[in-house]
T-cell receptor
């Protein structure tokens, strides 16, 4: 079945440094959604990307969808301790009404 | 408005028992999905319901089942529990047909099988 790979598995940064997580698939992604899960919490929807080459920004967060729709990235500028958590990408497969999640990138921020 | 409500929050069951988990979606959301989250396998899709119909099912054994009621509330059942069923079970609701909306997850039910 389809697999969505996400790297890195962990990232430990100093507060103020930038952070990027990458999501890759061997097949074309339908729509990419990004979620954040705080420790002990549940996934919270951040954004959805639909179009090839799409770029969206939310304050310090920048989301990109690859031109071939086989990869996506989330970049956080100047991390803060509130950014701590695991970031997941997920392919929203409308035709099958399910999300295929990547394995997640766990972000730790040193104050 | 109220979010997605899952009950109970925690459960401890013995191998061989069965368990029923409940999910109340956001008012107006008719699509309800269930996911299993474990450290080893991550987030895996169990099934999705819309208007009391299961539209898709993940790769889980038949011991995992679910249903949706006319008020969109959903339950999932796991029979003959195994140790490997220990996980966080998450319910998510969405506005079916609205392709630009994400899924809203509940806080989950933490199931421990001993």
């Amino acid at each position: 079945g389809q697999q969505v790979m996400q790297i890195p598995q962990y990232q430990h940064v100093q507060e103020g440094e930038d952070f990027t997580t990458y999501c890759n698939s061997s097949t074309t992604l339908s729509n990419i959604q990004w979620y954040k899960q705080r420790p002990g919490g549940h996934p919270v929807f951040l954004i959805q990307l639909v179009k090839s080459g799409e770029v969206k920004k939310q304050k310090r967060l920048t989301f990109q969808f690859g031109e071939a729709k086989k990869n996506s990235s989330l970049h956080i500028t100047a991390t803060q301790t509130t950014d701590v958590g695991t970031y997941f990408c997920a392919d929203r497969m409308d035709s099958s009404y399910k999300l295929i999640f990547g394995s997640g990138t766990r972000l730790l921020v040193r104050p | 408005k109220a979010g997605v409500t899952q009950t109970p929050r925690y459960l401890i069951k013995t191998r061989g028992q069965q368990v029923t988990l409940s999910c109340s979606p956001i008012s107006g959301h008719r699509s309800v999905s269930w996911y299993q989250q474990t450290p080893g396998q991550g987030l895996q899709f169990l099934f999705e319901y819309f208007s009391e119909t299961q539209r898709n099912k993940g790769n889980f054994p038949g011991r995992f089942s679910g249903r949706q009621f006319s008020n969109s509330r959903s339950e999932m059942n796991v029979s003959t529990l195994e140790l490997g069923d220990s996980a966080l079970y998450l319910c998510a609701s969405s506005l079916a047909g609205q392709q630009n909306y994400g899924y809203t997850f509940g806080s989950g039910t933490r199931l421990t099988v001993v």
